[in-house]
């Protein structure tokens, strides 16, 4: 029972153009949504979370928006650099679960030059 | 140290034998998770320390697996009796820990441990 899921997993951006990576969910309950990036023989890096009761949290390049009607929520990153190139996870939190997390599959992000 | 700290950071061992997988979180995270990844797949929730209270070992796949934290600091990962379907890369991770304000606030992950049964 996949409760996060991340439907494509590539995708391959220009440099300087908008990388948009998306995320569904299936749990009501989640009320934290986290973006994780992923290099190469290394751990997760914490990029950006939105809480449930908003829609759109913004950090410099990134910026995560969240669908709750539709469960859906992505990661923005414009100019896209290609030091962003990484595997981009998807996280959520329960309530009531204290801190664990449930993670998504992930999402290969190549900028090209 | 500053960050999380994991070993071994490769370990290959035969099936059937026991591993041990260290995790050094950073000082003063209260809360320790350990997740595992197998090949094309997400991160997997294991097992989570809080404190002193008592562990969640909810998403430990098999009574194989272990884990302990003694004084609330260094945690162990132990898998017995090793399968082949258990080679992943093991990932520990530290906070500070279950307030509301941590709720939206990201672990700091080690390195991770690349498991290889042959």
């Known amino acids: 029972d996949q409760q996060v899921k991340q439907n494509s997993p590539s995708l391959s951006v220009q440099e300087g153009r908008i990388s948009i990576l998306n995320c569904d969910y299936t749990?009501?309950?989640?009320?934290?949504f986290l973006w994780y990036k992923k290099y190469p023989a290394e751990g997760p890096t914490f990029l950006i979370s939105?809480?449930?009761?908003?829609d759109k949290n913004e950090d410099g390049r990134f910026t995560v928006f969240l669908n709750k009607s539709a469960k859906h929520l992505s990661l923005h990153i414009v100019p896209s650099q290609p030091g962003d190139s990484a595997v981009y996870f998807c996280a959520a939190r329960s309530t009531g679960t204290a801190s664990k997390l449930t993670f998504g599959t992930g999402t290969r992000l190549q900028v090209t030059l | 140290g500053a960050g999380v700290s994991q070993s071994p950071s490769n370990k290959v061992t035969e099936k059937g034998k026991d591993v041990e997988l260290r995790c050094d979180p950073i000082s003063g995270h209260t809360a320790l998770y350990w997740y595992r990844q197998s090949l094309g797949q997400g991160l997997e929730f294991l097992i989570y320390?809080?404190?002193?209270?008592?562990?969640?070992k909810s998403g430990l796949p098999s009574d194989r697996f272990s884990a302990e934290r003694t004084g609330g600091s260094v945690s162990t990962l132990t898998i017995q009796r090793t399968q082949q379907e258990d080679s992943a890369v093991y990932l520990c991770?530290?906070?500070?820990?279950?307030?509301?304000?941590?709720?939206?606030?990201?672990?700091?992950f080690g390195s991770g441990t690349r498991l290889t049964v042959v």
């Open positions: 939105i809480s449930s009761i908003k």
């Open positions: 991770a530290s906070s500070q820990g279950v307030g509301q304000a941590s709720r939206g606030a990201g672990y700091t």
């Open positions: 749990n009501s309950m989640f009320d934290y």
């Open positions: 320390f809080q404190g002193n209270s008592a562990p969640d």
